[in-house]
C-alpha cells in the first residue's frame, strides 16, 4: 500500500479554471503538508496542517485553499488558475509537527495552458 | 528564518568513486533535525539518510555516510561506491520544533559509467 498517495498525478488544464488536487495518508500521521516544486526544483512549503490547526506560508496566494476532511486527508483546492501555477504539487506527512522526517507523495504535476 | 544552502547545482562523479554534496544551513536553535533526500526521474523524494543535532556521532545508511559539523552548520553528504542508480536530485533539509522542513535548492549529480 502506498504510504502517502495523491490524485492525479498529471493535470492539464486551462487558465482561470479551479482544480483540485487529493491527498491521502495512511501512516496514521497527525501532521499533513503541501510543497510546491517549481521548474527550477526549488521546494517551497505552502501549508501544513495538524490538529485542524492551519499554517499558511505567508507568500501563497489566497486563491490556493486547503481542505482536510479527517487528519488522513488534506486535499488542495486552486482557484483561478494562472500560468505561474504550473509547478509539481508534493503532498507529505509526519508523525507530528516539526519532528522527524517527511513522508512524500509521487508528487502531482499541473500545467496551465 | 532557517535557510538552508546547497552551492553545488551539479556534481558528477564516476562510478564506483566517492562524492562528497555539500550543505550549509542557518539557525539560531540548538535543537533541529537534517535530512538529505534523493529525487530520482521519478520525482518521488526518497530519505537517504537523516541527523538529529544533539547527536555528535555521524549517521551512517550503507553507502551513504554525513559529515555533521553542528559549530560550522554544515551537514555534508557522502556517497561510496557511486552507482548508476545514485543519479538524481539531492536535497539537503532542515527542520526544528519551531520551524517546518526547509529544503536547500539541490545538486543534481550525475553518475558516469
Known amino acids: 500500500d502506498t504510504a502517502v498517495s495523491q490524485t492525479p498525478k498529471y493535470l492539464v488544464t486551462q487558465m482561470g479554471n479551479d482544480k483540485s488536487i487529493k491527498c491521502e495518508q495512511n501512516?496514521?500521521?497527525?501532521?499533513m503538508y503541501w510543497y510546491k516544486q517549481d521548474s527550477k526544483k526549488f521546494l517551497k512549503i505552502m501549508f501544513s496542517?495538524?490538529?485542524?490547526?492551519?499554517?499558511i506560508n505567508e507568500t501563497v496566494p489566497n486563491r490556493f485553499s486547503p481542505k482536510s476532511p479527517d487528519k488522513a486527508h488534506l486535499n488542495l483546492h486552486i482557484n483561478s488558475l494562472e500560468l505561474g501555477d504550473s509547478a509539481v504539487y508534493f503532498c507529505?506527512?509526519?508523525?507530528?509537527?516539526?519532528?522527524?522526517?517527511?513522508?512524500f507523495g509521487e508528487g502531482s504535476r499541473l500545467t496551465v495552458l | 528564518a532557517q535557510t538552508v544552502t546547497q552551492s553545488q547545482p551539479e556534481m558528477s562523479v564516476q562510478e564506483a568513486e566517492t562524492v562528497t554534496l555539500s550543505c550549509t544551513y542557518d539557525?539560531?536553535?540548538?535543537?533541529?533535525?537534517l535530512f538529505w533526500y534523493k529525487q530520482p526521474p521519478s520525482r518521488q523524494m526518497i530519505l537517504v539518510i537523516r541527523?538529529?543535532?544533539?547527536?555528535?556521532q555521524n549517521a551512517t545508511e550503507n553507502r551513504f555516510s554525513v559529515n555533521f559539523q553542528k559549530a560550522a552548520k554544515s551537514f555534508s553528504l557522502k556517497i561510496s561506491d557511486s552507482q548508476l542508480g545514485d543519479a538524481a536530485m539531492y536535497f539537503c533539509?532542515?527542520?526544528?520544533?519551531?520551524?517546518?522542513?526547509?529544503f536547500g535548492a539541490g545538486t543534481r549529480l550525475t553518475v558516469k559509467p
Open positions: 507529505a506527512s509526519s508523525h507530528s509537527r516539526n519532528t522527524g522526517e517527511l513522508f
Open positions: 541527523q538529529e543535532a544533539y547527536k555528535q
Open positions: 501512516l496514521g500521521h497527525d501532521t
Open positions: 496542517y495538524n490538529n485542524k490547526e492551519l499554517i
Open positions: 539557525t539560531s536553535e540548538s535543537d533541529y533535525y
Open positions: 533539509a532542515y527542520r526544528s520544533a519551531l520551524s517546518d522542513m526547509r
